[in-house]
Each structure stands twice: as C-alpha cells, then as structure tokens.
C-alpha cells in the first residue's frame, strides 16, 4: 500500500483500517512540518514573556490558577503524563492502539497544537517499526479527552511504561531501543498535547464502524437465505413498496434482497403458501433499513473526527491561544451509543428468524431443530441459545454510556461523554453480532439442505447470490448429519464474516 502522507492526505475510516491492520506506513509532509514549526514557535514565544496560557504556564484540570514557572514547565510535561497513567482492566489491541496513535498524530500534524514536529515524528516511527505501546482499556471518561488510556501510549515516548515489539512485551525504554528509536523529553505543552484527545474513543470507533458496515451488508445476504428456507414472500420487497416511504436504507435493503434471490424458486408470491411472512421476514427492509440509515450518520459523525484538531487550548500562530472543548468526546460518544443500538437490532431480528428455522410450528414443514433424527440428537437447539445469549447481552450493551456523566476534577470538569465506554461497548457489540448471523447462517443452510431433500431436486435452486452465499458457508461447515460442537465453527464463521469473505466471495461468483 502507499504510504499516508500526514498534511497531504484526508483521512476516512478505511485509512484507520488499513493503519491499524494493515500496517500501512505514515509519514509526515514538509507542510505539515512548517505548520508545526510556526505553532511550536508561537508557544515558545508565550512561554519567553510569561504569559498566562492553560497547560502551558499553569496547572491541570482545577489547577488551572496555579501559576507554573518557566524553568518548571518541562517538569510539569512529564509530571502530567506519569500521573494521568492510572488506567486499569486488560489492554486494548494492538490495532486499536495502531489507530490511536495514528490519530493522534494526525491531530497533532494539523499544527494547532504547539508541539514540536519531533513528537509526531516519534509517533509515526513508532507505528512503522511496530512499537506498540500497551495501553490498559478503562478509564477515559471522554472529557478532557480520553486522557488516562492516553498518557500509557505518552509514556512510551518518554522511554517509559511498557510496550510490545518484535510480538514481545517489554519496557518502553527497551522497546525504542530495540527499534532503534529515541525517547523524547517533552518540553512545554507537549505533554498536554499528546493525552487531551479523542482518539481512544475514536479509534475503537472506526474499527467498530467499518466492521459493522461489513456486517450490515452480510446480514441482508444471511436474512435473504432465511428468506428462502422459510418459502418466504417476495412481494414484501417490491420497489412499489419502498417508494411509498422512501427511506435510503429500506429501498437498499428491499433492492439488495431482489437482487440476490433473482432467479429463486424458493422465495413465494403472497397466497401461494401463505397471505404473509411473519415480521422477522416481511420487515427485513425497514429494519436493516433503518440500520444502514443510522450507519450513514455514525460514519459521519466519526468521519469528521478523524482530522479533527481536539486539544485544548488550540494555537492560533499569531493571533491567539484559545481554551475551549473540542476534548469533549459528546459528537462520537452519541454516535457510538446509537451504533451499539444499531447492531443490537440486527441481531434480534437475526435471533427470531434463526428461532423461526428452528421451530417445528414456524419452520414450514422442515424437522425440529433441523435433525431428521430428534431426541438422540438436538440438532442446532443450542446453537439458537447462543444466538439468544449474545441477543440479550447486545440489548445490555445498547444501554447509552453517553447518557451517563460524573464530575470530576473538583467540579472542574462537571460534565463527561463516556464516550471510551461507549465506543468500547459498540465494539463489543460488533463482535457479537458476528456470532449471531453465523448461527443464522448455518441454520439457514442446514434449512435449505433439509428442504432440498423434501422437495428433491428443484428443493434447491436458490437465487445466484444466496446460492453463492450458501457455497460459501458449505465451504466452512459441514452440514450436521451427527451433533458435534459447533463452537470454533460458528466462531470462525463470524470472523470471516465480519472480514468481508462471504461479499468477497459473492462477488467472484458474478
């Protein structure tokens, strides 16, 4: 891949991605360079005349009033940064941590900051040589910034704290050596600059954003194979439907499932087996609809935040250093909180049709559980209870953080996004719904597998893209002729699916 220019390159959420997993290179502009010398200069200047400046000539948080003399800023910096690594609970992934990092130069480069162009310069050789700073993931209450989890990578840069290099944990000190790399001393308002960000939050975010995009298209393809085990009704997805209430998302969503059941003789006309699908069926466009439509919002939300300059104070070379909140984490907090509700819908919906498949009353003919040999074997019963399971926690991870606040600081800092929460969960319910849709998709598989049998050899004529779609589960999972754990199966499945397999693989087969 081609190296990220810092200063010349606009960042989307797919530039996180391919930094934090693909390891893509980063590497700084000579613009970006000039604007952060001209904003380095400006800062040392304030500081020569003394003058009164957040962060820089005072103290933190509700120590602002306290004055900080020159010969103590650099002091100050490093004191910042030790006291503020106070972040607790398991660390967060080395592309979570890939992403923050680039983030958080990115911010930097944009030269609002004050720091001097050595300090992203450390960050970008850290991400390139692969010293990772281990960052523990609790902590942040999204104002000022996601401060604690912040200062762990900060610390790395002062050759402290602890990071991985070479797939091995060791000291910060260490690990710079090791790549080759020296520590900084940060001088006034650097220390500052590098923790009070979002980009914890952010980076959880774009991961957790880009990953439930997949995810929203392979539930569409997932739900149509529901859709034709279930002799489910077509006529629920006619454009003459959406056209009456014309949601973005819902006319995709409608469009899309014509699209891979073209060709089926499985999906029915409404009357030919029955008037209508239950709802799990018949809305699968209004409610992944609406998903993609609050996908199209979380991913602007996030978007914009990428670049986005979220320090405090912020640099004016020349004109003025300016205190104000653009730390607070509320714009991607709420979008992150509204993307844990997004996914949570998925996977209900998901979890009904997959207990639809199942269930002897609801399934159309096809075995209980979907094992021709019921009692010596449970077929997929418990498969459905995992899909149930991972549901219910979604519903509780759906729960806002961003609806939460705790003042801090004294009442300095009397109102927080929780923002890392809210990303945190968002990304947890990703993960989950993976699962989901894999147990829908193998039960959607063995459904069609069943049905075939019934109904000979026209049982299983699906549509081209859900008959792709099916190869590519079989390519996975054996159908299950004996109970066996499906554990690692379904866990393996929805990895693949969340990586993008199941639409890469639909697409080759065009």
């Avoid at 000291?171 to 940060?186: C, D, I």
């Avoid at 949601?247 to 209508?276: D, K, M, N, W, Y």
């Avoid at 070379?317 to 997004?342: I, K, Q, Y």
């Avoid at 792709?468 to 866990?491: F, K, N, P, T």
């Amino acid at each position: 891949m081609e190296s990220f220019v810092l200063g010349r390159d606009e960042a989307h959420i797919s530039d996180v991605v391919r930094v934090a997993r693909g390891h893509r290179e980063v590497h700084l502009s000579p613009s970006a360079h000039k604007c952060m010398q001209r904003s380095r200069e400006y800062i040392e200047g304030l500081v020569e005349e003394r003058a009164v400046v957040y962060g820089v000539t005072t103290g933190f948080g509700n120590f602002c009033e306290t004055h900080i003399s020159q010969e103590q800023a650099r002091e100050l910096q490093q004191n910042l940064i030790r006291s503020h690594a106070v972040a607790v609970g398991e660390p967060l992934s080395e592309e979570v941590v890939r992403g923050a990092i680039f983030l958080r130069a990115l911010a930097l480069s944009r030269g609002h900051s004050g720091v001097r162009p050595a300090v992203v310069e450390l960050l970008i050789g850290m991400l390139n040589v692969g010293v990772i700073p281990l960052v523990p993931q609790q902590g942040s209450l999204g104002a000022s910034g996601d401060l604690a989890p912040l200062a762990h990578m900060a610390l790395v840069l002062m050759g402290e704290g602890q990071a991985t290099f070479d797939n091995r944990l060791m000291s910060g000190a260490s690990a710079l050596e090791r790549a080759g790399l020296e520590p900084l001393t940060l001088e006034a308002r650097e220390g500052l600059a590098l923790i009070n960000g979002t980009q914890i939050m952010t980076a959880l975010g774009a991961l957790a954003v880009a990953d439930g995009e997949v995810l929203c298209h392979s539930a569409d393809v997932v739900a149509a194979l529901t859709l034709e085990a279930l002799r489910g009704i077509k006529d629920a997805f006619d454009p003459r439907v959406s056209q009456l209430r014309p949601h973005p998302g819902q006319e995709e969503v409608a469009r899309r499932i014509r699209e891979v059941t073209r060709g089926s003789s499985l999906v029915t006309r409404q009357g030919e087996i029955c008037v209508q699908d239950p709802y799990s069926l018949r809305c699968i466009p209004q409610v992944h609809g609406a998903v993609r439509d609050a996908l199209a919002y979380i991913t602007g939300a996030v978007g914009r935040e990428l670049s986005a300059v979220t320090d405090n104070p912020l640099v004016f070379p020349g004109e003025d250093v300016l205190s104000a909140g653009n730390f607070h984490g509320e714009p991607v907090a709420l979008a992150l909180d509204h993307l844990a509700l997004a996914m949570a819908e998925l996977g209900n919906i998901s979890e009904r049709r997959t207990n639809r498949l199942l269930h002897p009353a609801y399934n159309r003919g096809l075995p209980a559980f979907l094992t021709t040999r019921g009692g010596l074997n449970s077929g997929l019963m418990i498969a459905h209870y995992t899909a149930a399971s991972l549901a219910s926690e979604n519903k509780l991870l759906a729960a806002p953080a961003s609806a939460d606040s705790i003042p801090t600081s004294a009442g300095q800092e009397d109102h927080v996004s929780m923002g890392a929460t809210a990303a945190r969960k968002a990304r947890s319910s990703v993960r989950n719904l993976s699962r989901i849709l894999a147990v829908e998709a193998v039960t959607a598989a063995q459904a069609l597998d069943l049905r075939a049998e019934q109904d000979g050899e026209m049982g299983l004529n699906p549509g081209r893209g859900t008959k792709a779609a099916y190869q590519w589960i079989r390519a996975r999972v054996d159908r299950v002729e004996q109970d066996r754990s499906l554990s690692q199966e379904v866990q393996d499945l929805g990895d693949a699916l969340v990586g993008g397999d199941m639409l890469r693989w639909m697409s080759r087969s065009r």
